[in-house]
């Protein structure tokens, strides 16, 4: 079993940009064996820094809930905030090297937020934020489609009650009239989408 601590170099480029956040995320799977084998453990145990053990595992899930998931501030204030240590900065540097053990510097790419302290990724905890990410866009786009597939709908029973059975059927018509709605922020009525089909192009124009 391989060690809890992996090394991706002193700094890396991390896979989430700025802004992939999963801040209703309430779980993330933990490898049993390979915690209970990890030299951070044994280490811990044999020199008596337990606690830094129980800090180690709170971060971890402190991170899961940042801006990029899976990453820490490098910042000791926030870190002693986010580690149960309050104000007590102090107490905190004293458990921080153990703490932050596999914490490496990462660059995180997009259009970084202000006053935002330099990010620490984890070799470990990076593909779980990575999986849990793609959960979240895969549950997203469901979503979309779901809620297109009603609009599209919609339009088509709004452009059958105006008359236009024809146009209904045409997949290019529906799409244009439902995408314009959506684009100006209308409800699907039947006035709406009369004048959504005049506004588009190669539509002709409805008569009631």
Same mark, same amino acid.
């Given at each position: ?10 700094? #890396?480029?991390?896979?989430?940009? #700025?802004?992939?956040? =999963?801040?209703?995320?309430? #779980? ?28 180690? =595992?709170?971060? #971890?899930?402190?991170?899961?809930? &940042? ?40 660059? =995180? ?5 202000? *006053? ?23 549950? &997203? &786009? ?14 088509? *029973? ?12 045409? *997949? ?10 959506? &684009? ?16 588009? *192009? ?7």
């Amino acid at each position: 079993m391989g060690d809890l601590i992996e090394d991706a170099g002193e700094y #890396w480029v991390y896979r989430l940009r #700025w802004g992939d956040t =999963i801040t209703n995320y309430e #779980w993330m799977p933990f490898h049993i064996d390979r915690f209970l084998d990890s030299s951070m453990l044994a280490e811990a145990l044999f020199e008596g820094r337990r606690g830094e053990v129980l800090t180690a =595992i709170m971060l #971890w899930c402190k991170a899961m809930k &940042q801006d990029p998931a899976g990453t820490l501030p490098d910042d000791d204030v926030q870190l002693a905030q986010m580690a149960g240590y309050g104000k007590d900065v102090a107490a905190w540097r004293a458990v921080r090297a153990g703490a932050l053990r596999g914490w490496q510097p990462v660059e =995180i790419e997009g259009e970084r937020p202000r *006053a935002r302290a330099p990010r620490l990724g984890h070799p470990f905890i990076e593909p779980l934020a990575v999986k849990a990410m793609g959960r979240k866009l895969g549950r &997203q &786009q469901s979503r979309e489609a779901t809620d297109l597939a009603v609009r599209r709908s919609r339009v088509k *029973a709004k452009l059958r009650a105006l008359g236009n059975g024809r146009m209904a059927e045409s *997949a290019n018509v529906v799409d244009s009239v439902t995408a314009w709605l959506y &684009q100006h922020e209308l409800y699907i009525t039947e006035d709406n989408v009369r004048a959504a089909t005049e506004a588009c *192009a190669g539509v002709p124009r409805l008569v009631k």
